[in-house]
């Protein structure tokens, strides 16, 4: 089966830090565009950040410099570590393969996308 589990979410204050993982399994990384997403109440889903299957990598202006995407292929894993939390970074947080998406995370038009993990961020 396809699928794609996100764990590493939680509750944080302020200038903190989680790590996001994204585990893989019944594909591999080599073919695929990977991506993490974010839905905050009241806003549409976000791409923040993408490796694409050439290597190369792509952030958010509103993340770049404070995240960074990276994967395991051994553990076919994807990992977000995310620093310096701000409270705006408050959302449930997605990864997908292949993602397609209009307006909701949580109802992508193509892909496979992981459950989401809360994010929530105190001033």
């Known amino acids: 089966e396809v699928q794609l589990v996100e764990s590493g979410g939680g509750s944080v204050q302020a200038g903190g830090s989680l790590r996001l993982s994204c585990s893989a399994s019944?594909?591999?990384?080599?073919?695929?565009?990977m991506g993490w997403y974010r839905q905050a109440p009241g806003h549409e889903c976000d791409l923040i950040s993408k490796?694409?299957?050439?290597?190369?990598?792509h952030y958010e202006d509103t993340v770049k410099g404070r995240f960074t995407i990276s994967q395991n292929n051994a553990k076919n894993t994807m990992y977000l570590q995310m620093n310096s939390l701000k409270p705006e970074d408050s959302a449930v947080y997605y990864c997908?393969?292949?993602?397609?998406?209009?307006?909701?995370?949580?109802?992508?038009?193509?892909?496979?996308w992981g459950q989401g993990t809360q994010v929530t961020v105190s001033s």
């Open positions: 997908a393969a292949d993602g397609v998406w209009e307006r909701l995370c949580s109802e992508p038009i193509w892909g496979t």
């Open positions: 019944g594909f591999t990384f080599d073919n695929v565009d």
């Open positions: 490796i694409l299957r050439d290597g190369s990598i």
